[in-house]
């Protein structure tokens, strides 16, 4: 019996039967950005949805197709590119994140409207855009029946925090040994560089050496566990307001939402920060650094 979980990829029968045992729904984020050379770039977005796929399989719910399109180039993550990347093809699929966060207001509008009961929005991105992402749903929140919560998956990572004493990396040891567990496909540790061969390597992590596959299957499954409790709470949430009737929110309703509540916010985001000295002009990061002013 197939035990599919994956939107995209289900009979509209098999999505009628999962909504019905359970009315939650998972989105997921990522890009495609150097993580060393060791994985393949699009560990973010490839990460979160294959976690939030294991949690559908075990608890319930169902994994709306995975964004590969997030935030980068600007602000504060120009200035970490132009150290960490440098001028090499970065292969990233970015954009600016007040298209990033108008994008994730539709995705809420749409499962909404299907009648769903509780949303994870989980990135598998990090920087600041977390923080700003949890900012965004406790502000249209009000405006939807269905239960909002957004994280990065390594909130979830409880493993990763006390035995491996470093909940998020980037392309370390962490991140690696995540996707060499849920992709084994997407990790070859035989393109790590010499321990003494100068980097940066594509952003790889120092600790990347320590990457293991077990601490990976490990860290899923407590990432998994944890993902279903909170889904649990959020459906919980749900039955307790008592909603006999629901109108479904219109795509004009949503650009007024946009326009009055989220837009005046946008400013104190912290993807909308200009912090410390932009990039030299002749980096390619350089264009990209400052930030529009948006009214």
């Known amino acids: 019996m197939r035990n599919e979980v994956r939107w995209e990829r289900m009979f509209p029968d098999e999505l009628e039967a999962a909504f019905a045992a359970c009315p939650g729904v998972y989105f997921t984020y990522g890009l495609c950005e150097p993580h060393g050379p060791q994985n393949t770039v699009g560990l973010d977005a ?31 993550y120009a200035n970490w590119a132009q150290q960490n990347v440098g001028e090499v093809r970065s292969w990233m699929t970015a954009m600016p994140a007040w298209q990033h966060f108008k994008n994730v207001c539709y995705h809420v509008r749409a499962a909404d409207a299907l009648g769903f009961h509780a949303a994870i929005f989980l990135t598998g991105h990090y920087g600041p855009n977390w923080q700003d992402l949890k900012t965004l749903l406790e502000l249209i929140q009000s405006h939807f029946a269905m239960r909002l919560y957004g994280l990065p998956d390594f909130e979830a990572n409880h493993i990763g ?91 004009e309703e949503v650009e007024k939402i946009w326009t009055e509540q989220v837009t005046p916010a946008l400013k104190t985001f912290q993807t ?24």
């Open 272 to 295: 909308m920060q200009n912090t410390g000295e932009p990039p030299p002009k002749d980096s390619q990061w350089f264009r990209q650094w400052k930030l529009p002013e948006l009214s």
């Open 46 to 76: 490839l990460k979160a949805h294959a976690i939030a796929c294991r949690a559908a399989q075990t608890h319930g719910g169902i994994v709306a197709p995975p964004d590969y399109w997030h935030i980068h180039e600007h602000g504060t």
């Open 161 to 251: 925090f006390s035995k491996q004493g470093d909940g998020a990396d980037h392309a370390g040891r962490v991140e690696t040994s995540l996707l060499w567990a849920l992709e084994p496909d997407c990790v070859d540790m035989s393109r790590m560089p010499a321990k003494d061969e100068p980097g940066p390597h594509f952003a790889m992590g120092g600790n990347a050496y320590d990457s293991d596959r077990r601490i990976g299957e490990r860290m899923v499954n407590d990432e998994v566990a944890w993902l279903g409790n909170k889904m649990q709470g959020l459906l919980d949430a749900y039955t307790q307001q008592n909603i006999t009737e629901r109108q479904p929110v219109t795509f």
